[in-house]
């Protein structure tokens, strides 16, 4: 029998059908389905994300750690011992804030909800962030200070389909969510695609052959790109000054400061020329509505926003698209690409540090009695704002810091800025537990796994980038051997017993969603009108595109807009969500990358994504297929940069910056400036390009600066690999992390 569901990975959400072998498990056949983001297609991990169900090596049995340093096969019951004594030793020692707990974007929303619970009533713990802060918080961030609210698309992606210009900003969707460049068509027939980004991607050149323009800017100069765009359209009469005088503040200051930035001291510091700048202003400005275009949308992605001064670089981004008029009319648009697959709603309901379900405040009263009433406990049992990711992680094993920590659903060791620091900061840990269906770089380092579900054995909802929420179903049923992997819903219910926690926790997700929806009804992101049930029954005509339901949705006040939509498609149409319903802009100044160039680090390392492998490769390197393609870390380099070091294809080249160093085969290729090199972060080892990244910090959202660092490239000769005091240590965590599991 086929079960309609959606792929386990990015935020496109593709629909696709799970057809599970003769004995109900086996080998699962994956096809895709029709649904609006995705219209029948997959990316070439969604056809084999099947095959991570059957990995040889998937977790069957909780891992504890032995007194010689091995992972050991033992019980749940094991294992919820050590837990708990973990659990009473670091209380002893710091209080509740001695444990610590890390989330997942990747998590459906009832274990988002429930961890987010978990960790304040259960563990008691201020204590819990996740690696969305990794992904999504600058442009969640700038969008709650200019819009009054973050649904990274305030419209459906449909919605573009209309469009005559679409600019990219830092972002790269041939690769990230192929299926989504079929909703760039009419753009690029209309000669309206921009796209900005230092090498000339696959999504750089779909605007080849008269389908628009791609600019290669200098990393870390994209305001100073913004403000120079936005300079031209006000000198080409292009600013909707009726729409900017109706719905906007803060335009006067905007405006001074972007009409300082003239093309030609905008060329000079991003490196383009004018001619380029001065074609990509004209499009948008013929698209607006102002002038009776069809539309333009301006979506910006991580290149933008994985900077120390991300926030302000989609402020900059959302000041244009303000000023074009662009925001909250039907057929234009500003909106972020959300990530994981849960990106959008794992960052609603309680995983971050300052938040509590329906995208409240911790620090907010009434909201605090409204939790504290659902969760049946006093609002004093629930702590007050911990610390965003980088610091938690940066403070663990410190005498400030917690002493054990609990990983759902993240494996920080590959992707967090500065990898080498976190793995020693996990190793300084008294206790870390990591649940996982495979054993991740991160687990490999726990002294306890837990193995969970995957994502075809579970129930659940997933809210898409868009902000729609739909269903994830089990196609086959869960290893069920009595000591096998667990629902998470179903740990955490274990756990908060025997930790006498003072709530009760839900294990049925049906269950856990609609306290999810109580929780969230008034909050910013209402979930309050839906149900399991009711959102199964809204996706009547699966086949030709069963669509889910967008928040706010609204318990007593649900809208119907057409027969396919449910709640909130389309957010701002007649006010923004801020106290005085107008957009706020930000006057935001251009800045420097955190770590620049240098005479001992002349290049910049830039990172990012590949199509076959997903974020740090924990699933999709256990894909033969995918990993056949894309086996191993390289850094892309420019021909004559690499001549000029005397690198040539295929040699191993060593990135090396003041976070540390990393090593990739080299590619020649002259998709990349000339000034820059590129490395995936994908793998793990030395190939992990965070070896090398820098944790700088975005001083609004605290993202970290990911996306550039300067950095010293050559050659990587075996025999001259310094030995210090740092990869000495580094090879000690590797070891750890390297034990063998023992039956
Ligand atoms: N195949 C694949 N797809 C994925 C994922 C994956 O891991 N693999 N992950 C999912 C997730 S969680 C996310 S967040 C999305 C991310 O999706 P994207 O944002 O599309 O991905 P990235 O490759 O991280 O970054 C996009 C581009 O930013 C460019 N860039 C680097 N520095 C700068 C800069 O200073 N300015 C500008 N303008 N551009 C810059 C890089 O060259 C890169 O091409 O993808 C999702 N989809
Ligand atoms: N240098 C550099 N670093 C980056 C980025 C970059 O562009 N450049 N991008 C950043 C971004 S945008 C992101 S989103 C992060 C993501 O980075 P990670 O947090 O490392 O993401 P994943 O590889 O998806 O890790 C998810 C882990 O959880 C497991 N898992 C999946 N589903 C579940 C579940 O339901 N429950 C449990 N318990 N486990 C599950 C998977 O097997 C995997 O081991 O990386 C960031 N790191
Ligand atoms: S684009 Fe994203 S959701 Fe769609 S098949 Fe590929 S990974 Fe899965
Ligand atoms: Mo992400």
């Known amino acids: ?31 895709p389905r029709e649904f609006p983001t995705n219209r029948g297609g997959l990316c070439h991990k969604g056809w084999t994300s099947a095959a991570v169900l059957s990995t040889p090596d998937r977790l069957l049995r909780p891992l504890v750690r032995d007194a010689d340093g091995s992972l050991v096969k033992t019980t749940w019951d094991e294992a919820y011992t050590r837990i708990v004594r973990g659990v009473k030793r670091a209380r002893a020692r710091s209080g509740p804030d001695g444990v610590a707990v890390f989330g997942g974007g990747g998590l ?14 259960g563990l008691g713990t201020a204590m ?52 989504f460049v079929q909703h760039l068509r009419s753009a690029r027939e209309r000669g309206g695609l921009i796209v900005i980004d230092p090498r000339r991607t696959p999504s750089a050149a779909l605007t080849d052959d008269g389908a628009g323009v791609h600019l290669q800017p200098l990393p870390g100069t994209d305001i100073t790109v913004l403000m120079g765009l936005l300079h031209l359209v006000i000198v080409g009469g292009g600013a909707d000054e009726r729409y900017l005088a109706d719905r906007v503040t803060g335009w006067d200051a905007v405006k001074r400061s972007a009409m300082m930035w003239w093309p030609e001291a905008v060329e000079r510091e991003t490196g383009i020329p004018v001619d380029e700048l001065r074609c990509a202003a004209k499009i948008l400005m013929k698209s607006a509505p102002v002038v009776g275009g069809h539309g333009a949308y301006v979506l910006t992605g991580r290149g933008a926003e994985q900077h120390a001064h991300g926030t302000d670089t989609v402020s900059a981004a959302l000041n244009l698209a303000l000023a074009l008029g662009l925001p909250g009319r039907v057929g234009s648009g500003y909106g972020c690409l959300t990530g994981q697959g849960n990106g959008q709603g794992g ?16 620090t907010d009263p009434a909201a605090r009695a409204h939790i504290a009433e659902v969760w049946g406990v006093e609002e004093s049992d629930i702590p007050g704002p911990g610390l965003p990711a980088v610091q938690l992680l940066d403070a663990l094993g410190t005498p400030e ?31 870390l537990v990591v649940t996982d269906f495979v054993l991740s770089e991160t687990a490999a380092m726990a002294d306890v796994v837990l193995p969970s579900l995957q994502w075809a054995e579970e129930e659940g909802t997933m809210t898409n980038l868009e902000g729609r929420v739909l269903r994830r179903r089990r196609a086959v049923p869960a290893p069920d051997a009595a000591d096998g992997p667990r629902d998470e819903l179903r740990i955490w219910h274990e756990l908060a017993e025997l930790l006498d926690a003072p709530a009760g926790f839900a294990t049925d997700p049906a269950d856990a969603f609609d306290e999810l929806a109580r929780a969230s009804a008034g909050g910013i992101a209402d979930y309050s009108g839906l149900s399991h049930a009711a959102l199964d029954a809204w996706e009547l005509a699966d086949d030709e595109g069963g669509t889910g339901a967008f928040w706010p949705a609204v318990r007593d006040a649900m809208t119907r807009p057409d027969p396919r939509t449910v ?3 389309r957010l701002f149409l007649d006010r923004f969500a801020t106290p005085d319903g107008r957009a706020r802009m930000i006057d935001v100044r251009s800045a420097g990358v955190a770590d620049d160039l240098r005479p001992d680090a ?33 850094v892309q380099i420019h021909p004559l940069t690499a001549a000029r070091l005397g690198i040539g294809e295929g040699d191993d080249v060593e990135v090396r910056t003041r976070s540390g160093a990393a090593v990739g085969v080299a590619r020649l290729s002259n998709d990349i400036r000339r000034d820059c090199v590129f490395m995936p972060f994908h793998f793990a080892g030395r190939g992990a390009a965070n070896l090398a990244t820098n944790p700088a910090l975005d001083p609004v959202s605290s993202m970290p600066e990911f996306k550039v660092c300067a950095a010293a490239v050559a050659r990587f000769d075996e025999q001259d690999a310094p030995t210090g005091d740092d990869d000495a240590a580094h090879g000690e965590h590797a070891a750890r992390a390297g034990q063998a599991v023992r039956a």
């Open 567 to 569: 709640g909130t498609p």
């Open 347 to 362: 960052r609603e309901h309680g995983q971050k540090c300052d938040q509590l379900p329906g995208y409240r405040k911790i």
């Open 401 to 431: 810091g917690a002493s054990m920590l609990f990983v759902h659903g993240a494996n920080p060791v590959v992707s967090g800025p500065r990898s080498g620091r976190i793995a020693e900061r996990f190793a300084a840990l008294d206790t």
């Open 1 to 31: 029998m086929a079960t309609s569901t959606h792929c386990p990975y990015c935020a496109l959400q593709c629909g696709m059908r799970l057809t599970a072998g003769n004995d109900g498990a086996g080998a699962v056949s994956v096809t």
């Open 602 to 634: 002349p290049l910049y390392l830039l990172t990012g994504r590949l199509l076959q492998h997903y974020q740090s490769g924990a699933q999709t390197r256990r894909v033969a297929e995918l990993n056949g393609i894309e086996p191993e870390a390289f």
């Open 108 to 121: 459906t929303n009832e274990k988002a909800y429930t961890l987010g619970k978990f960790a304040r009533v």
């Open 128 to 179: 819990i962030d996740y690696n969305g802060r990794f992904c999504m918080s600058s442009a969640a961030a700038a969008g709650g200070r200019t819009l009054g609210l973050d649904r990274g698309m305030p419209f459906p992606l449909g919605d573009l389909d209309g469009a005559d210009a679409v600019m990219l900003v830092g972002s790269n969707p041939a690769e990230t969510m192929p299926p």
